[in-house]
């Protein structure tokens, strides 16, 4: 018998079950901590990315964005507001370039008299509060069926990275969705051929 199971055993003088016992508990232990190791190695941002998606049926991450410069996108290149306004703009209906941060974006929006509502629509601008600098992102898809939408955004889980969450039709209700200017005409939405050119599957 080696050395490390004469420490283990106690000696070449008989099996000792409960220190095999005990060595069993801690391999456990030791299994059922590893994913949670894991996930508060990730960092804080993931970790805030993982708390901060109430009722959120899937997270998806899709991609480090890795396009060109939007001239005229001056919102903080790799944050949500860049990524919001940049889809909105492909999408075929841009929005201002001076609504500040996420959590400001619907009180601007009202004053320059877009619409805001808790309905959401393809194309819409998805907007929360929550966080110390709020949230917002590009609404790709409602579901005609079950009412469930799907939004694009960055900076979710960090920074340039984007990503899509997919929220039950109740959920909309806590969260705000700038559409068009009051009294514009319907629009739908343009290709997304500028971001998958990149191979970002929004």
Not at 96 to 106: E, F, R, S, V
Not at 124 to 138: I, K
Request: with cysteine; hydrophobic share 45%.
């Amino acid at each position: 018998m080696n050395n490390a199971a004469i420490l283990l055993f106690g000696g070449g003088v008989g099996f000792r079950p409960v220190k095999l016992l005990v060595l069993i508990i801690i391999t456990i232990a030791v299994l059922l901590l590893l994913p949670i190791l894991i996930i508060f190695s990730l960092g804080a941002p993931t970790l805030s990315f993982l708390a901060n998606s109430p009722n959120a049926k899937a997270a998806e991450e899709r991609g480090f964005y890795s396009g060109g410069s939007m001239p005229d996108n001056t919102y903080a290149w790799g944050n949500c507001t860049w990524w919001a306004y940049a889809m909105r703009k492909w999408a075929g209906s841009p929005i201002p370039n001076n609504w500040g941060n996420a959590n400001t974006w619907d009180d601007y929006a009202r004053r320059d008299e877009y619409v805001v509502n808790h309905t959401p629509a393809a194309g819409a601008v998805y907007q929360t509060d929550a966080g110390g600098y709020g949230h917002v992102a590009y609404v790709i898809n409602v579901s005609p069926i079950t009412g469930e939408w799907t939004i694009s955004e960055m900076n979710a889980p960090r920074l340039n990275v984007v990503s899509r969450r997919t929220f039950t039709k109740e959920s909309a209700q806590y969260y705000n969705f700038i559409h068009n200017k009051i009294g514009a005409l319907p629009w739908t939405p343009n290709s997304m051929s500028p971001v998958l050119s990149y191979g970002i599957q929004f």
